[in-house]
């Protein structure tokens, strides 16, 4: 806009406001009308719909969904698309780059459009951008609401080579109640956060690490981790078994749970498949 | 009010008027709050535009049964989930506050939303009204870090994995990423102090920082003046008068008898020129 079209507008707008009502009682009435409704839809939303409280953090129970509130659905639906990884679809585009793209342009809607024209049928192109958008994220949030495959549940799983009440199965008890499953998909059940680790024990890893422990495990010991040692270290520490890594540490499980989830991964997509 | 007047004024009256002239006239409250409501808005304004207004009032609904939350909620992280099932089951009315609050959540966002795209439609962040679509925009972002806080209080499983691993999409964030996380969570991982940090700033910082720029907005909403419809009766009118206005200068430039083609040739030979 320039200041010729400012002039016009504030001249205009001036008119306006002369040819004007009072903004008590005009507008001040339409808006209680309207917050009023809000309140009974948010009273009657309350009773007729109660909220419930899920299974407490870290209970067994074995189906669950980690969830976020359903607006922030369209940025975990944008976390499955670009989940491949590759060169030109990395993650960090909707962790990051997209999101703050759509919030720089949100910020700077004012300083981009700056035409002096308001009425929407006159202008295309913002209509457009803004049905685009809209229906972009609506799509993005109902994909998110009816399409996430329930994570959890994976006590259910079988695995060939596993058998009741043998380390590897408290081993996959473990991984099932500390939501493993919530980042991490096996046999098809899971969140994709993190790799997927249903063949996770045919990788070798391996880490030097001089620091101690965070939990002493028996049997395990440093410098030097591989095989089920590097799971729990990793488990442990994430950072400290592969730097960088993006995994929280798991630092409160007891030394026998270590130990059983470390047998369980280390022979996952080996010995149990 | 003028048959009131006859006759001498009450104590009460009297009293009431002194206590109100004193702080007038120290603060100007009266002139103040009167130019708020006496102010002239244009004549035709839109349902659409009470939304605002609407995301307020639910503001304020979530400060209120917020705060009684508050006095039944134990930010631990061994108490948390117990603590909300009490309010869920036994505390009086206890479910009927915790649900106004998550479902005024959603209502909050939703009506954000339906504002900011009334607001788009009318193009009504055009001048002079640029930085109030800022201040909302700012408002929007921490409505949305309202809802991220918040979801985590109830220390249930969903909420507690969809928060690890919102953190862990903010530790992954390039260069300042991991700090954010770090200062969000306490610490590296999740850790006892995770929820009273969120408990925090869900119920203290956002909230201030929500009032001020709320504050902020309405300031430049009531200086600029709400804009109007630009579709309204008036402003129709308004533009057809100057596009006849337009009209009759051009044809009174005109010679006589000229057809108006040929006569009024800036915008057509700087076409042929600039065109080709
Ligand atoms: C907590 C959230 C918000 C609250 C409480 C709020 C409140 C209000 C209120 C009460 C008005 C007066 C007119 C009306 O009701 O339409 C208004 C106008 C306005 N709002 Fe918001 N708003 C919020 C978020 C936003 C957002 C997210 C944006 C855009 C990014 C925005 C941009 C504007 C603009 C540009 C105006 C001036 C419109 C005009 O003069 O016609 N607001 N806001």
Redesign the interface.
Known sequence: ?NRQ??EA??A??A??????????P???Y??H???VI??A???G???W???????????A?ST?????????FFLFQM?KIFKNQNAFLP??MA??IVPNIL?VL??A???I????????SK?PF?LSV?ILV?MGMAWLTYQGETGAAPV?GGNALTFTGITPGSAAAAGQAVFMDN?CT??HMVKGVG?Q?GPNLTTVGTKTFSATYSGKLPVPVPGVKGPTYTGTGWYVLHTQCPICAKPGS????F?SLTPTEYANLATFLNGLGTTYK | MSTSNIGPKGPVTKTGEVVIDHVDHRTGAKTGIGW????????E?S?F???G??AM??FG?QAVTGIVLAMYYKPE?TQA?AS??DI?NHVTWG??V???H??????M?I?VFLHM?RV???????????LT??TG??L??MV?FM??TG?LL????????????????T????VI?PYIADVLRAG???NAHTLSRFYAIHMLVIPGGMATFIGLHLFLVSKL????P???K??TR?RRAEEAAARAAARDRRPQGRREVSVDPAPQTLNVEAGQ
Do not use: H
């Not at chain 1, 459009?113 to 929407?120: G, S, V």
């Not at chain 2, 003046?225 to 109007?228: K, L, P, T, V, Y």
């Open positions: 806009m079209d400012q507008y504030k205009d707008y008119q306006a406001k002369k040819e004007g009502k009072p903004f008590f005009y507008a001040i339409k808006d009308v309207v917050a809000v309140f839809a948010i009273i939303m309350s009773i719909q109660r909220v419930g409280v899920g299974p407490p953090v870290y209970s129970s669950f969904e980690p969830r976020p509130e359903w607006y922030f976390l993650v960090i962790t990051f919030m949100l910020l809607t004012p300083f459009d700056r035409r002096a024209e308001r009425r929407i202008r913002a803004g809209f959890g939501g919530s980042c969140g956060v993006g995994m929280p540490a630092a | 708020f409501l006496n102010r002239n808005i244009p004549g304004t349902w535009q009470t939304l207004f609407a009032a639910v609904l992280p989930y909300i099932q869920t479910w009927l915790r649900g106004m998550k479902w005024g959540a959603s209502a966002i009506l795209a788009f439609i009318f193009g009504s962040y055009k001048y002079p009204r640029e679509w800022v925009a700012i929007l972002i949305m809802g991220l979801y109830v220390w249930d499983q969903r909420a507690y994995w969809a928060t690890v691993v919102a953190m862990n999409i530790a992954s964030a390039p990423g590296p991982t999740f003046g709400i804009s109007e630009p579709w309204s008036r402003a308004a």
